[in-house]
């Protein structure tokens, strides 16, 4: 089985810094839990790219974190899986990533 390398942009990690102090800020643990389960599911994509769904915007895929309202888009491309983000299930969905990407 090939592994594909992930690619993350620093806005994916300025967003789970703010995932983590907005839940953090009433319960430390769940904080924990969820960065934890974000970061396991997005590792699991260098292993199994397809498991997401067709995403919204044209060229991408879903994510969806079990347990959690987020959902991760992201792009296979060529060796790579390049996460985009990383969304509020509730909010307004982009109709392009090009301005964050």
Not at 31 to 40: K, Q
Request: a positive charge; zero cysteines.
């Amino acid at each position: 089985m090939t592994q594909l390398r992930l690619v993350y942009p620093r806005r994916y990690e300025r967003r789970l810094e703010e995932i983590y102090e907005h839940i953090a800020a009433e319960n430390p643990a769940a904080a924990i839990r969820t960065i934890m389960r974000i970061r396991e599911a997005v590792e699991r994509l260098a292993l199994f790219p397809s498991i997401g769904r067709s995403g919204r915007v044209d060229g991408t895929r879903e994510l969806v974190i079990v347990s959690t309202p987020y959902i991760v888009p992201y792009r296979v491309k060529n060796d790579a899986v390049q996460i985009i983000t990383i969304l509020h299930s509730a909010q307004r969905w982009p109709s392009t990533f090009s301005g964050i990407v």
